[in-house]
């Protein structure tokens, strides 16, 4: 059964539920804890549609791996482009730079965004992640003898035509009163 992206939402909802449940607590073993989130995702679609605890699992790592590269490419958008710019434009600036950082892995265009914005700001999903993304890095160093690649700004995403045009007309103002004074 393909999944669909409701289905992802659902699965990375029951993750972020049973990460933060602080009643059940952390103590629980990974079998246990899986078995958790396909009782919570398993409520929440038809009975046709329900997973194993391998097939959720299996998922969730490929969504929350696509999830988490799509949030660097905001982060890296939000860093570059830090003035002027609306969280659409990041968004937009983001799409660009998630093609082009995994051009090799040949993901295509990110198509999980509800997913990214049900987890984007849940500190325990951002913990999670940056201690992957520095196993990954130490690894990667061991390996090939380098930290990281160095980000390539491709092209600044043009600003809107108000933000544009009010720069003009400012300096042609302060232009004109420079003149004036004289």
Known sequence: IMWTPEE?????????????????????NNEHYWG???????????????????QAK???????????????????????????????????AADKFYLVDNKKA???????????????????????NEDLRNTRKRKSYHIEGEVDEDDDIEEMPERPIETTRLAHLTAKETTEAKRLEK
Not at 8 to 28: C, H, I, P, Q, Y
Not at 106 to 116: A, I, R, S
């Open 8 to 28: 992802d939402e659902k699965l990375m909802s029951a993750w972020l539920k049973n990460s933060t449940d602080s009643s059940v607590g952390a103590d629980r």
């Open 36 to 54: 958790d989130v396909v009782k919570s995702y398993n409520m929440t679609i038809p009975s046709h549609r329900k997973r194993n605890s391998k």
């Open 58 to 92: 299996d998922r969730w790592h490929k969504i929350n791996r696509w999830t988490d590269l799509y949030e660097c490419a905001y982060l890296k958008a939000r860093r570059l482009f830090t003035s002027g710019y609306s969280d659409q434009m990041w968004i937009d």
């Open 106 to 128: 040949k993901l295509g265009p990110f198509v999980l965004k509800n997913v990214w914005k049900i987890c984007r700001e849940v500190p325990k999903w951002k913990t999670y």
